[in-house]
């Protein structure tokens, strides 16, 4: 599953991701989610399910939800 996600606030944002696992058809304990490297756009990262999910100021990620 590809998520996107961005922000145009001017301060850093946290945020919390509201997945509809059932829909899915996943376990959310049995996913991972990661932001992969992208060349001039992201920076790799691992995030846990749950966790809080930094947003830069004017900035966008784009993430993958697995199973694992």
Do not use: C, N, R, Y
């Amino acid at each position: 599953v590809l998520i996107s996600v961005a922000s145009w606030a001017t301060t850093p944002v946290d945020i919390h991701l509201a997945i509809d696992w059932k829909a899915l058809g996943m376990d959310p304990s049995k996913v991972t989610l990661k932001a992969p490297t992208i060349d001039k756009f992201q920076q790799g990262s691992a995030f846990e399910i749950g966790s809080a999910i930094t947003v830069e100021p004017g900035k966008g990620l784009l993430l993958e939800l697995k199973e694992k």
